[in-house]
């Protein structure tokens, strides 16, 4: 039979990339259809899928703590109701239950305490388990209406789902539940500034220590001037400012912390008053189709919002790494390893696949538009949706030409715009393929498969001329004829010559990636199971590790250079 849990350790198993979102759906309809056999779905996946017994132990070990906190909610609920606890003194026991490496139940601590009689928590964890069971039923029909689809989304958007994550504050969010963190943190304040004044005094900050947080700007502050006055800002909104990554013609990005503590953020903003009507109005639609977005290959929108002083503004995490540029670049002529390759080219293509099922068009994907974390992880962050559209043009602006400015100069990347864009053609997740069959061509050669001087000339190119081969391009190298037919199709002249979609290049990109690995082994035998995930597991061995030395969040600047 199955149950909640199932899906839960499903969406845990995908979010961890232990399990793909495939496989993890087609074993939940099994479960659900009772052809499994006796087992949950962990059992199951970790027999199907030969998985690492340490991946397993962390998978259960994630869907026990979402449990936990689960019950652990709806307890909190029932018990605000039924008893006449201040919020403030059960927010502080609870705060201190969450930041322990293991989780002991609210209920228990206060009978220890003497402050709940045992009879009464019995009770109370009845209804929270009968509330469940209610809540239950409902879940499992959303979840079959919709072909557990579900799963593909991150039960906690923007984690790697570490122990500290699992809190009440972090997966439920009733009303009662915001009390109790707006209490929470009330509670950490108090205790934060009680030490500061029992605290000595502390020297005199070098010259070189962090600024002042400044206040936030009161309504009806005076509008910012210019991008001069932009630079020094100490504080947007709530967050604190710690970098400036850098300042384009009308908007800047920043490196900062939110009321100065916690996470590092990235911070995005546009002055107003230098920006244009066409360019306001495609921050702001930016801003309306990240918040639409979820996924762990995609950079996640964390906060936007605008300033008195005439800023429009949008918040993601601060991440350490390199724009897929700089690899490339530093790669040269040989282009990036094959492992690199299918790794960093999978995690692109699935996040490509989710957006376009929103029927978002990124229309503006370069190697700049795409992060690779540090650390050897080779994550990838997709971003800059400055020129994103619906591929129904239903959103505000219809069609507009997004390559060239109001006076009809070329803008963007010009060589990775589809045909269809620069002729202001209909567009759908098909525009965004052929951007992605240059981006692989790029990666695997260090070349551009179509190159011109000038940015008129590419546009001519993408319209009439064919691309390299990857044999004409680097010719000492036996390339894989079906990588040769991929890439073809994917920089087709038309959208009908093209797949039609990202899920359909990424079947075809599986079934040349033994091929393509082989080329990077020589006679070494590669397994014929997976090669995907092979490929992942050699990156690591294949490119160098990387430290997190910097913020390469240059590609976020997107359209504020001007």
């Known amino acids: 039979m199955l149950r909640t849990r199932d899906v839960m350790a499903a969406k845990i198993a995908v979010q961890l990339q232990v399990v793909g979102a495939d496989d993890a759906r087609a074993l939940l309809r099994a479960l659900d259809a009772g052809q499994a056999g006796a087992g949950d779905f962990v059992n199951h996946a970790a027999t199907r899928f030969r998985l690492d017994p340490r991946l397993v132990e962390t998978v259960r070990h994630r869907a026990a703590l979402y449990e936990h906190v689960r019950e652990e909610a709806v307890f909190l609920r029932l018990l605000e109701r039924a008893m006449g606890f201040g919020r403030d003194s059960v927010a502080t026991l609870l705060a201190q239950l969450e930041a322990q490496p293991h989780r002991r139940r609210l209920g228990e601590a206060l009978v220890r305490a003497g402050r709940l009689p045992p009879e009464k928590d019995k009770e109370l964890q009845r209804q929270a388990r009968a509330s469940i069971e209610q809540d239950d039923a409902r879940i499992m029909d959303r979840y079959r209406q919709e072909d557990f689809a579900g799963v593909m989304k991150p039960l906690i958007r923007g984690s790697r789902l570490d122990p500290a994550d699992f809190k009440i504050s972090t997966l439920f969010r009733s009303k009662e539940t915001r009390a109790l963190v707006d209490q929470i943190d009330l509670q950490a304040l108090r205790e934060e500034a009680r030490r500061a004044r029992e605290a000595p005094a502390p020297p005199?900050?070098?010259?070189?220590?962090?600024?002042?947080?400044?206040?936030?700007?009161?309504?009806?502050?005076?509008?910012?001037?210019?991008?001069?006055?932009?630079?020094?800002?100490?504080?947007?909104?709530?967050?604190?400012?710690?970098?400036?990554?850098?300042?384009?013609?009308?908007?800047?990005?920043?490196?900062?912390?939110?009321?100065?503590?916690?996470?590092?953020?990235?911070?995005?903003?546009?002055?107003?008053?230098?920006?244009?009507?066409?360019?306001?109005?495609?921050?702001?639609?930016?801003?309306?189709?990240?918040?639409?977005?979820?996924?762990?290959?995609?950079?996640?929108?964390?906060?936007?919002?605008?300033?008195?002083?005439?800023?429009?503004?949008?918040?993601?995490?601060?991440?350490?790494?390199?724009?897929?540029?700089?690899?490339?670049?530093?790669?040269?002529?040989?282009?990036?390893?094959?492992?690199?390759?299918?790794?960093?080219?999978?995690?692109?293509?699935?996040?490509?696949?989710?957006?376009?099922?929103?029927?978002?068009?990124?229309?503006?994907?370069?190697?700049?538009?795409?992060?690779?974390?540090?650390?050897?992880?080779?994550?990838?962050?997709?971003?800059?949706?400055?020129?994103?559209?619906?591929?129904?043009?239903?959103?505000?602006?219809?069609?507009?030409?997004?390559?060239?400015?109001?006076?009809?100069?070329?803008?963007?990347?010009?060589?990775?715009?589809?045909?269809?864009?620069?002729?202001?053609?209909?567009?759908?997740?098909?525009?965004?393929?052929?951007?992605?069959?240059?981006?692989?061509?790029?990666?695997?050669?260090?070349?551009?498969?179509?190159?011109?001087?000038?940015?008129?000339?590419?546009?001519?190119?993408?319209?009439?001329?064919?691309?390299?081969?990857?044999?004409?391009?680097?010719p000492g190298r036996r390339w894989p004829q079906a990588l040769e037919d991929l890439l073809a199709r994917m920089m087709g002249k038309t959208k009908d010559e093209r797949p039609a979609s990202c899920a359909e290049v990424l079947e075809a990109f599986r079934g040349v990636a033994v091929p393509l690995l082989r080329m990077d082994v020589g006679s070494k035998e590669v397994p014929t199971v997976a090669p995907i995930e092979v490929a992942a597991a050699q990156a690591a061995a294949a490119q160098p590790k990387q430290e997190p030395g910097g913020w390469g969040f240059k590609g976020l600047m997107g359209r504020l250079r001007r």
Do not use: W
Request: glycine fraction near 12%; proline fraction near 7%; aromatic fraction near 4%.
């Open 204 to 474: 005199p900050a070098p010259a070189a220590a962090a600024p002042p947080v400044a206040t936030p700007s009161p309504a009806g502050a005076p509008a910012l001037a210019g991008m001069d006055q932009v630079s020094k800002l100490k504080r947007i909104a709530d967050y604190t400012i710690v970098e400036v990554l850098g300042v384009g013609g009308m908007g800047a990005v920043f490196l900062g912390q939110k009321d100065g503590r916690g996470e590092y953020c990235a911070i995005k903003v546009m002055l107003n008053q230098a920006a244009g009507k066409t360019e306001l109005g495609r921050f702001r639609r930016e801003l309306a189709l990240m918040a639409r977005i979820d996924h762990p290959n995609v950079l996640a929108l964390l906060d936007s919002g605008d300033t008195p002083e005439g800023l429009t503004y949008l918040v993601v995490p601060a991440l350490a790494g390199k724009e897929l540029r700089a690899h490339i670049d530093a790669a040269g002529a040989a282009g990036l390893t094959p492992p690199l390759v299918i790794k960093v080219f999978k995690q692109v293509l699935e996040g490509m696949d989710a957006v376009h099922r929103l029927g978002i068009v990124h229309r503006d994907l370069k190697p700049e538009n795409i992060f690779v974390r540090a650390g050897g992880e080779e994550e990838v962050k997709i971003m800059d949706f400055g020129l994103a559209k619906l591929a129904d043009g239903a959103d505000e602006g219809g069609q507009e030409d997004c390559f060239r400015s109001d006076a009809g100069e070329v803008v963007g990347s010009p060589a990775y715009i589809a045909p269809e864009s620069i002729t202001n053609d209909a567009i759908d997740a098909r525009t965004d393929i052929y951007s992605l069959g240059i981006i692989l061509f790029e990666m695997l050669t260090g070349k551009l498969p179509l190159e011109s001087e000038t940015a008129q000339g590419y546009l001519g190119q993408h319209l009439v001329c064919p691309p390299l081969t990857l044999a004409e391009a680097q």
